[in-house]
């Protein structure tokens, strides 16, 4: 029996780790692009080993979905292959039960569900606070890449400022909207054209700005257009940006995501309504992905027999289907987490249940065959 558990190990590990390989380099690379494509275009000089300090700081957060992916993927190919070979049939022949040919692959699975627990609940959470930091230092390191060509740029929390045009610290046809706590824009600016030159030591920028033209709202409503006053008009000013209230505003307006989980459980007694549902929305979170790898093995360790193919492409394409069903409620979830009617705290189980009562009917009907 050694032999065999041997041999199921080695063969759902070595294919496992193939396939976390594969997926973890294409939701790595995705990542990259989605979040510090923007920075690298505007900072051509950052020094490659950010970039590869910023792929070890994504990877964290893209196991939390590979692993179990992987894990189904390499189960689908390997007991398809296997039943294909006809192996299956061979060793129930010698009267070993298909639950004792699967217990390794059970204790992988716990094992696994280990890992994606501490990934959820620690490596990631501060993975992401890491990326966020790294994302900061690398534009801040170079502040006018903040501001690109036909863009608003709205980092800063009470000012909203659009670029028409930019050539490397030269700036055209600039609007800059002073904004209200209740994100009312109180005061306008503009100019055809400014200077802007980074001014680190005071934490801020300095927005030199020529022909600008100011516009003033009612403070009490400045939400009526009828009464805008028009300002003076300057040859030439400067307007300061402070770069100490982005850097606030980075660090207080946080993702869930990068809370750990004694974070979480401190969040919890402090918030409440929307804000609370959010925060135990993503608590159960943690718990429920954690599982995925023992639900995918009761399901998947059934529908690799019954497809009975070794094909590589027919096994992907399964796991494809069966990973996609399973992480579609936990995006739902994510899609309500704020919307008490909907039960997100709940619905974010729902894929765990499904598939374990699935995949143990599977499971058990396999075993009697």
Same mark, same amino acid.
Request: proline share 5%; hydrophobic share 50%; net charge positive.
């Given at each position: 029996?050694?032999?065999?558990?041997?041999?199921?190990?080695?063969?759902?590990?070595?294919?496992?780790?193939?396939?976390?390989?594969?997926?973890?380099?294409?939701?790595?690379?995705?990542?990259?692009?989605?979040?510090?494509?923007?920075?690298?275009?505007?900072? @051509?000089?950052?020094?490659?080993?950010?970039?590869?300090?910023?792929?070890?700081?994504?990877? @964290?957060?893209?196991?939390?979905?590979?692993?179990?992916?992987?894990?189904?993927?390499?189960?689908?190919?390997?007991?398809?292959?296997?039943?294909?070979?006809?192996?299956?049939?061979?060793?129930?022949?010698?009267?070993?039960?298909?639950?004792?040919?699967?217990?390794?692959?059970?204790?992988?699975?716990?094992?696994?569900?280990?890992?994606?627990?501490?990934?959820?609940?620690?490596?990631?959470?501060?993975?992401?606070?890491?990326?966020?930091?790294?994302?900061?230092?690398?534009?801040?390191?170079?502040?006018?890449?903040?501001?690109? @060509?036909?863009?608003?740029?709205?980092?800063?929390?009470?000012?909203?400022?659009?670029?028409?045009?930019?050539?490397?610290?030269?700036?055209?046809?600039?609007?800059?909207?002073?904004?209200?706590?209740?994100?009312?824009?109180?005061?306008?600016?503009?100019?055809?054209?400014?200077?802007?030159?980074?001014?680190?030591?005071?934490?801020?920028?300095?927005?030199?700005?020529?022909?600008?033209?100011?516009?003033?709202?009612?403070?009490?409503? @400045?939400?009526?257009?009828?009464?805008?006053?028009?300002?003076?008009?300057?040859?030439?000013?400067?307007?300061?940006?402070?770069?100490?209230?982005?850097?606030?505003?980075?660090?207080?307006?946080?993702?869930?995501?990068?809370?750990?989980?004694?974070?979480?459980?401190?969040?919890?007694?402090?918030?409440?309504?929307?804000?609370?549902?959010?925060?135990?929305?993503?608590?159960?979170?943690?718990?429920?992905?954690?599982?995925?790898?023992?639900?995918?093995?009761?399901?998947?360790?059934?529908?690799?027999?019954?497809?009975?193919?070794?094909?590589?492409?027919?096994?992907?394409?399964?796991?494809?289907?069966?990973?996609?069903?399973?992480?579609?409620?936990?995006?739902?979830?994510?899609?309500?987490?704020?919307?008490?009617?909907?039960?997100?705290?709940?619905?974010?189980?729902?894929?765990?249940?499904?598939?374990?009562?699935?995949?143990?009917?599977?499971?058990?009907?396999?075993?009697?065959?």
């Amino acid at each position: 029996m050694k032999i065999i558990d041997r041999y199921v190990a080695s063969g759902v590990l070595l294919t496992a780790i193939i396939g976390v390989l594969i997926l973890s380099l294409v939701l790595v690379l995705g990542n990259i692009f989605k979040e510090l494509l923007n920075v690298l275009i505007n900072n @051509p000089d950052v020094p490659i080993l950010t970039v590869l300090s910023f792929m070890a700081l994504v990877l @964290p957060f893209s196991l939390t979905f590979t692993i179990p992916w992987g894990f189904l993927t390499a189960l689908l190919l390997f007991f398809g292959r296997m039943s294909a070979d006809s192996e299956l049939i061979a060793l129930k022949s010698s009267g070993v039960s298909i639950p004792r040919i699967c217990l390794p692959v059970f204790a992988i699975a716990i094992a696994l569900s280990m890992v994606c627990f501490w990934i959820n609940v620690d490596v990631a959470p501060k993975a992401e606070q890491a990326m966020t930091r790294a994302i900061v230092d690398i534009a801040t390191n170079n502040p006018v890449s903040l501001f690109r @060509p036909d863009e608003v740029v709205d980092q800063f929390p009470d000012r909203r400022v659009y670029v028409g045009g930019k050539e490397g610290n030269h700036l055209k046809n600039i609007l800059v909207f002073e904004m209200n706590d209740d994100q009312y824009p109180t005061k306008m600016v503009y100019a055809r054209e400014g200077i802007l030159t980074p001014d680190i030591e005071n934490s801020r920028l300095l927005l030199r700005l020529f022909d600008a033209r100011f516009e003033q709202r009612d403070s009490a409503k @400045p939400d009526d257009l009828t009464k805008i006053q028009q300002g003076i008009v300057m040859r030439e000013g400067v307007f300061p940006l402070q770069l100490d209230k982005f850097f606030k505003q980075t660090q207080t307006n946080r993702r869930l995501s990068s809370y750990t989980l004694p974070d979480l459980f401190d969040l919890l007694s402090k918030t409440e309504g929307k804000k609370h549902l959010e925060t135990l929305v993503e608590f159960n979170k943690r718990f429920s992905t954690a599982l995925s790898c023992i639900a995918f093995a009761l399901i998947a360790i059934p529908l690799g027999v019954t497809t009975h193919r070794k094909e590589t492409s027919v096994g992907f394409g399964i796991s494809l289907v069966v990973a996609f069903s399973y992480f579609f409620f936990i995006i739902m979830a994510d899609t309500f987490r704020g919307h008490a009617g909907a039960f997100p705290q709940f619905l974010i189980w729902t894929p765990n249940l499904l598939f374990f009562a699935l995949g143990g009917w599977l499971f058990l009907r396999l075993a009697k065959r």
